[in-house]
């Protein structure tokens, strides 16, 4: 049971707004390719077991699982789709190889966001019927016409019916959120702006990012209000993309020649779907990251983490994370953003990548996006955006509106 | 628990609820219709082969490491996991693998002339590489596994680059009968 866990391979295609030119399939197959080489394995041959991590609604297909393994290397071969987060595909391939079951495992997690085509009306979908969905806009009843007891015409309409289908975006759910944050902890908008700008900076310098760019405070201000107070540069825009990673037991990385980067700790929680009920702090990153800590031994984050990677699919969301994961103290993280102690040569550089502010909202892959940047962290490759002497990385995924759902992956290099 | 009906797979024997009592808001219910709508995109193999359908041909990829066939076409192979190398046009003939005389559609309400729908390698692919089709020009009693078929296209001006411009596959001459 001792056995550590390492991840040994990498890989992912460019991340593009759209991208018409390939199907999901041979998008999956690119980055699987691309992780194989890098780890020196032949999936059909050297790969135990093989996960993916797919919401089916997103994707457009009923039981998605039984879709992927052709694009993965997995035919006749163990596989499974967990659906959710990419992290949370981590955590099951750690256990799988932390058990002793399996020695090589995959996985994979994808966004192809632009070939669905009603974005807002999947997500309303996750709301709750009875209480929440109906004063998300009107509800049309069903349509009787046809049905025995009313062959010929379609009865008269019911109370609270309607053909209109004007819905409110879901987003207003952060809008909301942020509201909450804001007035609780005195953050300010300007200091949600400046998370905006800082990534959008820092995507310059990752070749993935889609969404870099030159931008100040008075930019993010001045975009429009959409959920307010979010702003439509606050909000991550969409983007196609796919990452896949190989992970191993210790010994077999060693056999492979690879250059291991640990995945030693780990922790996932999720939050009741009660809107009303549930916390506006991101209780569900504290839970997982005291978990992960547990396991990887971290006592003061702060001081032990190097480099770390939050879920900013919406600029506040940034701030909130890193003080639910015990990097800033409630309210903190706007002043540590101010005095540069998020930016690369600061005390703890936060979404070096870009963040999904800089590359996109990668969707189920969005943790797979915050934890590639680790590896590549970790690993010394990140060319002009390397933050020096990076020896433990964290990365955290939400899984976005509705959810309250989330995970921590803390990663080591070898020797650290 | 109630007595277990006769061919049921519930255990709630008693007055099913009608349509009329929605209606007349006797029941309690919600309801709640989403918007749902993607646009695939087709990618490298899916659009060569359409275009393919569209001019009325079935295309290809080849393996060349695991020397097989694919059809429909992929980039990549899923046997060795390489990427496949060459377009090849296949005959539009080729041999029923298996079939379902289907009577119910998918509300499970009876259909009065049943669908024949099965899966045809096609001539020239690999063992098992083709797609699944209607049958017609065949009776229910007529059709069956290892007979040989041909594609009964649309004409060329109907056809929009899909699979049903195959309207059907039809016994191929002399190999109707069983």
């Known amino acids: ?416 | 628990m109630a007595k277990k009906i006769e061919g049921s797979p519930g255990y709630a024997p008693g007055t099913r609820v009608s349509t009329k009592d929605i209606v007349e808001n006797k029941i309690s219910y919600t309801w709640w219709e989403p918007e749902i709508q993607y646009s695939w995109s087709l990618g490298q193999a899916m659009s060569k082969f359409l275009v393919g359908l569209k001019n009325g041909k079935i295309l290809g990829r080849t393996c060349i490491k695991c020397d097989r066939v694919l059809v429909p076409p992929r980039m990549f192979c899923e046997h060795c996991y390489g990427p496949t190398d060459n377009w090849i046009e296949l005959k539009d003939t080729g041999t029923i693998e298996t079939f379902s005389i289907s009577y119910l559609d998918s509300d499970a309400r009876r259909i009065k002339k049943p669908i024949l729908i099965g899966v045809i390698s096609i001539d020239g692919a690999s063992p098992l590489h083709g797609f699944m089709h209607y049958f017609g020009e065949m009776t229910k009693d007529e059709i069956h596994i290892g007979m040989k078929v041909k594609a009964v296209w649309k004409s060329p001006r109907e056809r929009e680059g899909a699979i049903t411009d195959i309207k059907y596959f039809k016994p191929l001459k002399g190999g109707g009968k069983k």
């Open chain 1, 1 to 416: 049971m001792s056995r550590k866990v390492c991840v040994i391979g990498i890989g992912h295609t460019d991340f593009n707004s759209i991208t018409p030119d390939v199907e999901w399939k041979e998008l999956m197959y690119e980055s699987c390719q691309k992780a194989y080489v890098d780890a020196g394995v032949d999936p059909r041959r050297d790969v135990d077991s093989f996960i993916t991590c797919a919401e089916d609604y997103l994707e457009g297909f009923s039981i998605f699982d039984e879709f992927v393994p052709d694009q993965i290397g997995a035919v006749l071969r163990p596989c499974c789709t967990v659906c959710g987060d990419g992290l949370y595909g981590l955590g099951t391939a750690y256990m799988q190889i932390k058990t002793g079951l399996m020695d090589v495992v995959s996985i994979e997690s994808h966004s192809k966001i632009s070939d669905l085509l009603t974005m807002g009306d999947i997500l309303l979908h996750a709301f709750d019927p009875i209480f929440e969905r109906p004063v998300t806009g009107p509800v049309e009843r069903p349509w009787y016409g046809g049905s025995p007891e009313y062959p010929k015409e379609d009865p008269k309409p019911l109370v609270g019916s309607t053909k209109e289908k004007q819905r409110v975006h879901p987003y207003f759910l952060a809008g909301m959120e942020m509201q909450n944050y804001l007035s609780t902890t005195g953050t300010t908008e300007e200091e949600c702006a400046e998370v905006v700008v800082k990534n959008k900076m820092n995507a310059f310098f990752n070749p993935l990012a889609d969404y870099e760019a030159k931008i100040s405070v008075e930019n993010v201000m001045g975009s429009e209000y959409l959920f307010s107070p979010l702003k439509k540069l606050d909000i991550s825009p969409n983007v196609d993309g796919a990452i896949t990673f190989v992970l191993a037991d210790e010994r077999t990385a060693r056999d492979l020649g690879a250059d291991p980067i640990y995945l030693s700790g780990f922790g996932w929680s999720s939050e009741t779907p009660w809107l009303s009920t549930r916390g506006m702090f991101a209780d569900y990153a504290t839970k997982a990251s005291q978990m992960a800590y547990k396991m990887a031994g971290i006592t003061s984050p702060r001081k032990q983490i190097d480099v770390v990677e939050v879920d900013d699919r919406f600029s506040y969301k940034e701030l909130q994370h890193l003080e639910a994961i015990g990097i800033a103290r409630p309210g903190e993280a706007g002043q540590m953003l101010m005095e540069g102690e998020l930016a690369r040569d600061g005390t703890i550089p936060t979404n070096m990548s870009g963040g999904s502010l800089g590359i996109g909202n990668c969707f189920e892959a969005t943790g797979m996006q915050k934890a590639l940047e680790i590896i590549t962290q970790l690993r010394g490759h990140a060319a002009k955006r390397q933050v020096s002497d990076a020896k433990v990385g964290l990365a955290q995924a939400w899984r976005g509106i509705p959810s309250g759902s989330g995970a921590v992956a803390i990663f080591e290099r070898g020797g650290a």
